[in-house]
C-alpha cells in the first residue's frame, strides 16, 4: 500500500519558520517528482512547490519564492518543505503529492497526482 505521510506541521508566529516532511513508502518512486499543495479554508487547493526526482530541478508558486524551499532525500524516501518568514496568509493543510511528471505540470496538477498524503495543518498567527 502506497503511502504519503506529511509531518512538522503546527503552529508559528509571523516572520517564523517551520520545516514539512513527507516519507513515501509503500513501493520505489524512482522517476517520481513531489510536490506540496496547500489548501486555506474557503479556498481552492493551489500549488506551492515541486521538485524533480533528481532534485537538480525545482519550481515555486510566485506567493513562496524567496521564503520556502524544497528538498527531497531520495535514500529516506522523504520530501522537505522548509518554509521561512511565514505569514498569516500562508495557513493552510498542507498536502504532499508524487506523479511521474515533470515540476511544470505537476504545478498544474493541483487534484491529479497519482498519490496524496492526509495533509498537516500550517497556521501562522499575526
Known amino acids: 500500500q502506497v503511502q504519503l505521510v506529511e509531518s512538522g506541521g503546527g503552529l508559528v508566529q509571523a516572520g517564523g519558520s517551520l520545516r514539512l516532511s513527507c516519507a513515501a513508502s509503500?513501493?520505489?518512486?524512482?522517476?517520481?517528482?513531489m510536490g506540496w499543495f496547500r489548501q486555506a479554508p474557503g479556498k481552492e487547493r493551489e500549488f506551492v512547490a515541486a521538485?524533480?526526482?533528481?532534485?537538480?530541478?525545482?519550481k515555486y508558486a510566485d506567493s513562496v519564492k524567496g521564503r520556502f524551499t524544497i528538498s527531497r532525500d531520495n535514500g529516506k524516501n522523504t520530501a522537505y518543505l522548509h518554509m521561512d518568514n511565514l505569514k498569516p496568509e500562508d495557513t493552510a493543510v498542507y498536502y504532499c503529492?508524487?506523479?511521474?511528471?515533470?515540476?511544470?505540470?505537476?504545478?498544474?496538477?493541483?487534484?491529479?497526482?497519482?498519490?496524496w498524503g492526509q495533509g498537516t495543518q500550517v497556521t501562522v498567527s499575526s
Open positions: 509503500g513501493r520505489t518512486f524512482s522517476g517520481y517528482a
Open positions: 521538485i524533480s526526482w533528481s532534485g537538480q530541478v525545482t
Open positions: 503529492a508524487a506523479d511521474q511528471t515533470t515540476t511544470q505540470s505537476m504545478s498544474i496538477m493541483v487534484y491529479q497526482a497519482e498519490y
